[in-house]
């Protein structure tokens, strides 16, 4: 198992079974399986099963995202999830959802089942080579991912530019890189202080 910044996971073995609980954040986890002994992930609204398999975990504010590097897991709603007030179709829905390698599903409270999508799975797992990577991403959503990271945090001070398509593959830990960057696109401006990183329009 590995923890990306600012996550954390309780871990329970048993006789029966490996459980890990993702708190916050975002791990990465390389499985050997064991038929007698299931290895579960509870995140958020979901709860993955392992098949055998490599894949990646990530809380965000209002859902789970789980992504297959190898091999498969099968995905379904956390036990912790009240499906009491569940509409009938959620009542209808299949347990769980198999996701094959190259496979991403996000998982939302209320929204079940959830359809999975082919994704680029070694991008997503980029933070384990200390990297991150944008393809035609907004740059507020490139800040924030930075901000996980940067030791100074950055902030795009003027709103036209939160939309700005940023591509590219930057390092978790050179912010310099990504500064110069960002002042080598047209239009941008980027301030540092002793505080904060300030990216506006000149």
Same mark, same amino acid.
């Given at each position: 198992m590995?923890?990306?910044?600012?996550s954390a996971?309780t871990?329970? *073995?048993g006789?029966?079974?490996?459980?890990?609980? &993702?708190?916050?954040?975002?791990?990465?986890?390389?499985?050997a399986?064991?038929? $007698?002994?299931?290895?579960?992930v509870?995140?958020?609204?979901?709860?993955v099963? #392992?098949?055998?398999?490599?894949?990646?975990?990530? &809380?965000?504010? #209002?859902s789970?995202?789980?992504?297959?590097v190898?091999g498969?897991? +099968?995905v379904g709603?956390?036990?912790?999830? $009240?499906?009491?007030?569940?509409? /009938?179709?959620? !009542?209808?829905?299949?347990?769980?959802v198999?996701?094959?390698?190259?496979q991403q599903?996000?998982?939302?409270e209320?929204e @079940?089942?959830?359809?999975? !999508?082919?994704?680029d799975? =070694?991008?997503?797992?980029? @933070?384990?080579? !200390?990297?991150?990577v944008?393809d035609?991403?907004?740059?507020?959503h490139v800040?924030? =991912?930075f901000?996980? *990271?940067a +030791?100074k945090?950055?902030?795009?001070a003027?709103?036209?530019l939160?939309? &700005?398509?940023i591509?590219?593959?930057f390092?978790?830990? #050179?912010?310099d890189?990504?500064?110069?960057?960002?002042r /080598? &696109? !047209?239009g941008?401006?980027v =301030?540092?202080?002793?505080?904060?990183?300030?990216?506006?329009?000149?």
């Open positions: 590995h923890l990306n910044t600012d996971v871990i329970r *073995y006789k029966t079974e490996r459980l890990m609980m &993702l708190i916050s954040g975002q791990a990465g986890f390389e499985v399986h064991e038929p $007698d002994r299931a290895f579960r509870i995140a958020g609204a979901a709860e099963v #392992d098949l055998g398999t490599r894949f990646d975990v990530r &809380l965000e504010h #209002d789970t995202v789980v992504t297959v190898e498969r897991v +099968a709603l956390s036990p912790t999830v $009240d499906t009491q007030g569940a509409n /009938s179709n959620q !009542k209808r829905s299949p347990l769980t198999q996701l094959n390698a190259g599903l996000r998982v939302a209320g @079940w089942p959830a359809t999975p !999508k082919a994704v799975a =070694e991008s997503t797992i980029a @933070w384990l080579r !200390k990297e991150i944008f035609h991403e907004p740059l507020d800040v924030a =991912e901000n996980r *990271y +030791a945090p950055i902030e795009v003027t709103p036209a939160r939309n &700005l398509q591509s590219g593959v390092s978790t830990d #050179d912010t890189a990504f500064i110069a960057f960002l /080598s &696109l !047209k941008v401006q =301030e540092v202080n002793a505080t904060q990183i300030r990216v506006t329009r000149n």
